[in-house]
């Protein structure tokens, strides 16, 4: 079972890893609203299926350490990414994340 489990994280995690190249050829210069919604909507479902996920790795008996930090990791990736597109920060904060995400 946990081989399944290791099996979704890897898809999701896959998926969560081509939103940087979508982002850099689709937002950096984007002025379109639809293109920033469905981003936005996109970075939400990734987070939510993580959320998911974060519940069962973050269980006490959860015998893969290792992937609980790359699947915590990557939901606090995806929450810079939602607040570096979508939210209220100084333009230091975005340069900051900007800079991390595209190294």
Known sequence: MLRNFRAAVEDWDEV???LGPWEAKNLVEAEAEDT???HQRWVRELLSWGR???RAIDLPEFPDRALAERVNA????LEDKLALWHGEMTS???ERILQAAFK
């Open 52 to 54: 998911v996920v974060q």
């Open 36 to 38: 920033k919604q469905h």
């Open 92 to 94: 230091a904060e975005a």
């Open 74 to 77: 990557r939901i606090r990736h």
């Open 16 to 18: 969560c890893s081509a």
